[in-house]
């Protein structure tokens, strides 16, 4: 099946930074999302985005279907934003694969 | 709008037992999604059901089954619990065939095997 690797897997920002996160997939990209897990463990959608780019307040993502790859750009951090962030790929067979995650810490 | 909701939040179980957890999906949604998150790693995919029936399932062993009712609604059965089953389960409802292939996931359950 496909494979998912997320980077980097750990990232300490100061407040107000940017930063980008990065997704490659072994295979072709099918239907794309990302998702902040807060520290409780939910899962909260950000962005479904199978191609092209999207945009949602402070967070924009761009996937590059051909080349295998998502983005996920975060501006002007804030504490709040601090938790782990999945990637993962849904097949219309039904079958999803997750990346393991990148653990984000925003220094006040 | 409902989300999808999970029962229980927490659950502890010793060695050899057997466990049932709950999901109710997103209003409007008709497939359900299972996965395992063990601690530090990604969510794996167990299992996804779609019209009552298995439709995939990712590399879990036979322990691992499930049902789908006709409201949409879905159980996760683990029997012969063993320690390594200690994780976060997560629920995740969809409508495929509706036209939007999103996830959106429950809070979780919990599980704790002694």
């Known amino acids: 099946g496909i494979q998912v690797e997320q980077s980097p897997p750990d990232l300490i920002l100061q407040e107000g930074a940017n930063s980008t996160l990065r997704c490659n997939f072994s295979?072709?990209?099918?239907?794309l999302q990302w998702f902040h897990q807060n520290p409780w463990g939910q899962l909260i959608n950000l962005f479904y985005i199978p191609s092209g780019t999207k945009q949602n307040g402070r967070l924009s993502a761009t996937t590059v279907a051909t080349e295998r790859y998502s983005l996920l750009y975060i501006s002007s951090s804030q504490t709040t934003d601090s938790g782990v962030y999945f990637c993962a790929d849904y097949t219309n067979a039904g079958k999803s694969t997750f990346g393991d995650g990148t653990t984000l810490t925003v220094k006040p | 709008d409902a989300g999808v909701t999970q029962s229980p939040t927490h659950l502890i179980k010793t060695r050899g037992q057997q466990v049932t957890l709950r999901c109710s999906p997103k209003?409007?949604?008709?497939?359900v999604s299972w996965y395992q998150q063990a601690l530090g790693q990604g969510p794996q995919f167990i299992f996804q059901y779609y019209e009552e029936e298995e439709r995939q399932r990712g590399n879990f062993p036979d322990r691992f089954s499930g049902h789908q009712f006709p409201n949409y609604s879905s159980e996760l059965n683990v029997n012969a619990l063993l320690l390594g089953d200690s994780a976060l389960y997560l629920c995740?409802?969809?409508?495929?065939?509706?036209?939007?292939?999103?996830?959106?996931f429950g809070p979780g359950t919990r599980l704790t095997v002694l």
């Open positions: 995740a409802s969809s409508s495929p065939l509706g036209g939007g292939d999103e996830q959106f």
């Open positions: 209003s409007g949604h008709d497939t």
């Open positions: 295979d072709s990209v099918n239907n």
